[in-house]
Nanobody
Framework: QVQLVESGGGLVQAGGSLRLSCAAS????????MSWFRQAPGKERDFVAA????????YYADSVKGRFTISRDNAKNTVYLQMNSLKPEDTAVYACAARGTYGYTRKATDYDYWGQGTQVTVSS
């Protein structure tokens, strides 16, 4: 059974930075497409960023492009989300997700495993 555990969330002022981590266990991490999603109160879960198996290709939502960076360390079974220039509208619960099937997707329902999420709050 694959388990994903996020960390690194917190409260930060607008313009600040946070780095989220997602540690995976119980599976072949290097074979997963890894993504970050976020969900604000009363809103749907939105795609944030994705990274392919080897880490050579990344994808971003338009709302975070140029501010967020997704990366992975397959030796540590960990994926990261570096978030810079944070805005109040980035406030949400951020969750990582793993897809065991080849191919990147922005659809949450296409992912096989999920972490419990970590809260990110950006104050104005």
């Amino acid at each position: 059974q694959v388990q994903l555990v996020e960390s690194g969330g917190g409260l930060v002022q607008a313009g600040g930075s946070l780095r989220l981590s997602c540690a995976a266990s119980g599976g072949t991490f290097s074979r997963f497409v890894m993504s970050w999603f976020r969900q604000a109160p009363g809103k749907e879960r939105d795609f944030v960023a994705a990274i392919t198996w080897g880490g050579s290709t990344t994808y971003y939502a338009d709302s975070v492009k140029g501010r967020f960076t997704i990366s992975r360390d397959n030796a540590k079974n960990t994926v990261y989300l570096q978030m810079n220039s944070l805005k109040p509208e980035d406030t949400a619960v951020y969750a990582c997700a793993a897809r065991g099937t080849y191919g990147y997707t922005r659809k949450a329902t296409d992912y096989d495993y999920w972490g419990q999420g970590t809260q990110v709050t950006v104050s104005s």
